[in-house]
């Protein structure tokens, strides 16, 4: 899906030859497209000293290069850190890092924007490869450590610095953990030190990727960077059953798409009346069980009588509640009842595939050859005799 390299070599672009920066967004969900690359400053106005590094995961900063060096999107950076250096990969240039800061509410004479200190050689990118190969053996070791200690806690990804003397070991718990003697013991047996963090559980799938239920790549793991908070009220809203093991997700919480048509079915809420509202008439009064959303229509039966169903429109049901309380009478549902026609749609058989019908292999089988040559032999009386 992505492209094998984006980064440039000796100025020109390789990979998708979008120089890092991919029109169709595939090469990582954190991308953002430089929309102001191709636009002149105005006359008198500084160019931005501050580049967007983005490190391994979901990490990003932003630090203060020098004016001596020229650094375009995709260049490894060896960039400050708290002990040592770490490596990243330069995501953003330009004017649009103004934008990126005031968004994220990031003053450019901050002094927490840390610098950039050069170029990465190719000793720091042996290093800082060396490091990164160690992860996945780190990580494994990690939770046999976890384990013995009766830790009830899971260590899902581990993240290196680039000078390979610092690692951060992201994990998932319920509850409070006291991994103390954990980082003594990792401490210890990798001769590095350690920085534990803890993640949600969404933040963990995010992480591992996987397929959902709808047969694509998980959105957390692809383009979805912001985590809101999921109720059981939006599966009501949209008429869903209550079944958690269709309504969670990989992470074990409510999906997130839940959320992506929930402002068009509030707003298409708006005009039915509440199913607790029920109609009073001179016959009885009707309850509701069912709507539809997208028909309009709404379901009502009287008490005592819950076989039979009459079909309201959303006009009728809030005239008739209207009436209600102007106190008017109503004499029953069956004068607003509302009948849908339902078309049946014509059958047509075609054979798209240009298969055979499938009850080829009822029909009964030939006879072979063989046993028809010999019923002549035994018919023909010239060779009986």
Not at 38 to 53: D, F, K, R, S
Not at 154 to 183: C, H, M, N, P, W
Not at 220 to 238: E, I, K
């Amino acid at each position: 899906m992505s492209c094998a390299s984006c980064s440039t070599s000796d100025g020109s672009p390789r990979g998708c030859k979008s120089n890092g920066t991919c029109g169709t967004d595939s090469c990582n969900k954190l991308t953002v497209f430089d929309w102001l690359s191709n636009m002149q400053l105005p006359n008198g106005q500084e160019a931005c000293n501050i580049v967007e590094v983005r490190f391994k995961n979901s990490r990003k900063a932003f630090y203060r290069k020098g004016k001596d060096i020229s650094l375009s999107i995709g260049d490894l950076v060896a960039t400050e850190a708290q002990s040592g250096h770490d490596i990243g990969q330069v995501t953003l240039t330009g004017e649009l890092v103004r934008f990126q800061m005031k968004k994220k509410n990031v003053s450019e004479k901050s002094e927490e924007i840390l610098k950039i200190y050069r170029k990465a050689n190719q000793k720091d990118i042996d290093v800082w490869q060396a490091a990164r190969d160690r992860e996945e053996t780190i990580q494994k070791r990690a939770r046999e450590m976890a384990i013995y200690l009766h830790l009830e806690m899971k260590i899902s990804d581990v993240e290196f610095q680039g000078d390979g003397s610092k690692a951060t070991f992201y994990y998932t718990a319920e509850k409070r953990v006291d991994f103390r003697q954990l980082i003594k013991d990792m401490a210890q047996a990798f001769i590095i030190r350690v920085d534990m963090r803890q993640i949600g559980l969404r933040q963990e799938a995010a992480r591992l990727g996987g397929i959902g239920s709808c047969g694509r790549e998980l959105c957390c793991s692809t383009w979805l960077t912001d985590f809101r908070s999921v109720s059981t009220s939006a599966a009501r809203y949209q008429q869903l059953s209550l079944n958690p093991q269709k309504l969670a997700g990989q992470c074990g919480k409510l999906k997130c798409c839940l959320n992506y048509e929930l402002d068009s079915y509030r707003n298409a809420l708006k005009s039915f009346p509440k199913m607790e509202t029920k109609l009073q008439t001179e016959k009885g009064v009707g309850v509701c069980q069912k709507i539809d959303i997208f028909k309009g229509h709404l379901w009502y039966a009287y008490r005592g009588e819950w076989m039979n169903w009459h079909l309201l429109t959303t006009d009728q049901a809030n005239e008739i509640i209207s009436m209600n309380k102007a106190k008017k009478p109503v004499s029953s549902l069956e004068d607003y009842a509302h009948e849908e026609k339902l078309e049946a749609p014509e059958k047509a058989f075609e054979n798209v595939v240009g298969q055979d019908s499938l009850n080829r292999f009822d029909r009964p089988k030939k006879k072979k050859g063989r046993n028809k040559s010999r019923s002549r032999k035994n018919n023909n009386p010239k060779k009986n005799a």
